[in-house]
């Protein structure tokens, strides 16, 4: 699986949208982008992914550049509990869906 | 319940004993994963498997770790001879995937067995 380049941290004020990078250069054409994100003490929860159009759901939205080289994870109106890890994986579309988990980046939602 | 269940939450073990951590995925899910996650680090895969059978298992570190899913629907994994470096989170993730429906949806993850050896 492709590898993934995330920043190590970053900070939004509540209310306000957290824009989070994520940069894939290897990515194959083969391969979905996913995120997840980890809250303190919890399992990893989806939230979105996508092929090479943008995608959004109830939770966030997901813009993947036209040579799908990068994606950003939107959130629109972040609020306190948006507070995690944050992980960007790249993974095949079919066969076994193996995450391949970084370091993520580590999103704080100041008040 | 309607998510992954993780027994035990958490595991105390001297080193050098055997430990089984047990997960009980969505039902319906035919696809089970396992991970180990270590403080500061994302979760690292261990073993996948589909139905009953482990369809992949390279991650699994050496063969103290094993893991069985007999009726293809709870999974059990076993360390034998713990050791300290064993320590840590263990998650447990399932997705639906079934055998005629090729693309992959999101997995679903419990909410871990932080295993500690003593």
């Known amino acids: 699986d492709a590898k993934t380049t995330q920043p190590t941290s970053m900070d939004c004020a509540e209310g306000r949208a957290a824009n989070l990078p994520c940069n894939h250069s290897?990515?194959?054409?083969?391969?979905?982008v996913y995120w997840y994100r980890q809250i303190h003490s919890q399992g990893p929860q989806y939230i979105i992914h996508?092929?090479?159009n943008n995608e959004t759901n109830e939770m966030a939205s997901l813009i993947i550049t036209e040579d799908r080289k990068s994606s950003t994870l939107i959130l629109p109106h972040a609020t306190l509990r948006d507070t995690a890890v944050y992980y960007c994986i790249v993974c095949l579309i079919q066969g076994a869906q193996k995450l391949v988990f970084g370091q993520g980046t580590r999103l704080t939602i100041n008040p | 319940g309607a998510g992954v269940s993780q027994t035990p939450s958490n595991k105390v073990t001297e080193k050098g004993k055997y430990v089984e951590l047990r997960c009980d995925p969505i039902s319906g899910h035919t696809a089970l994963y396992w991970y180990r996650q270590s403080l500061g680090q994302g979760p690292e895969f261990l073993i996948y498997f589909q139905g009953t059978g482990a369809a992949d298992d390279s991650g699994l570190p050496n063969d103290r770790f094993f893991a069985v899913r007999p009726e293809g629907s709870v999974s059990t994994l076993k360390i034998q001879r713990t050791e300290r470096g064993d320590s840590a989170v263990y998650l447990c993730a399932s997705s639906l995937r079934g055998l005629f429906r090729r693309l992959n949806t999101e997995a679903f993850f419990g909410q871990g067995t932080r295993l500690t050896v003593v």
């Open positions: 290897t990515i194959s054409g083969n391969e979905y």
């Open positions: 996508g092929l090479k």
